[in-house]
């Protein structure tokens, strides 16, 4: 089984900067297999980037997605209020999903 | 607009049972495949199960913790999956989300809690 590790853990900015989350696999999985979410306190998460870097519907260009083989990268351009949640990455293989530990972006 | 509206939840006893289940709208249900993802509080997410919708073959797969104790169901008729809980233990607590898609979550419902407490 595929174990998905993200750093950090948490990660403290301020709005208009740049955020990086990494998502580490524990063995090299396709890209098509490996999906972004974010959760808002409170709400059910959503989804933002499938594919390692393709943008869900209605999803803001600010956030994008690159990556293989291992290792993962969403990142979120300019941060907006609106954008300190929780961040977790996501494999489908073998017809099992596994998702990241999670990383909270909370506000400097 | 595509919504997944979840019920059933609430509190049960260890060793007890619990059938939740959600109601899909706005989407292509029978083509869809549909699963369960949970998240005990304060916890990350933790996927539960899926099953495939009948036109690539109806099969369902679960997490090991769940295996052989959750079944999840379908009727295309209602847009309606289920989730049927058996022996549960107060480590299955936790707000179980209804979700859509392949190979990830497109979409999402609100979530329904479940509490195994004595």
């Known amino acids: 089984e595929i174990v998905l590790t993200q750093s950090p853990g948490t990660l403290s900015l301020s709005p208009g900067e740049r955020a990086t989350v990494s998502c580490r696999a524990s063995?090299?999985?396709?890209?098509?297999?490996l999906a972004w979410y974010q959760q808002r306190p409170g709400q059910a998460p959503r989804l933002l980037l499938y594919?390692?870097?393709s943008r869900a519907t209605g999803i803001p260009h600010r956030f994008s997605g690159s990556g293989s083989g291992t290792d993962f990268t969403l990142t979120i351009s300019r941060l907006e209020p609106e954008d300190f949640a929780m961040y977790y990455c996501q494999h489908y293989g073998s017809s099992l999903y596994t998702f990241g530990q999670g990383t909270k972006l909370e506000i400097k | 607009e595509e919504q997944l509206v979840e019920s059933g939840g609430g509190l049960v006893k260890p060793g007890g049972s619990l059938r939740v289940s959600c109601v899909a709208s706005?989407?292509?249900?029978?083509?869809?495949?549909m699963g369960w993802v949970r998240q005990a509080p304060g916890k990350g997410l933790e996927w539960v199960g899926r099953i495939k919708s009948k036109n690539d073959g109806g099969a369902v797969d679960y997490a090991a913790p769940v295996k052989g104790r959750f079944t999840i169901s379908r009727d295309d008729s209602k847009s309606t999956q289920y989730l049927q809980m058996n022996s549960l233990k107060v480590e299955d607590t936790a707000v179980y989300y209804c979700?859509?898609?392949?190979?990830?979550?497109?979409?999402w419902g609100q979530g329904t809690l479940v509490t195994v407490s004595s």
């Open positions: 979700t859509s898609g392949g190979i990830d979550f497109d979409f």
């Open positions: 594919g390692a870097s």
């Open positions: 063995q090299s999985i396709g890209g098509g297999f």
């Open positions: 706005g989407l292509s249900f029978n083509s869809s495949w």
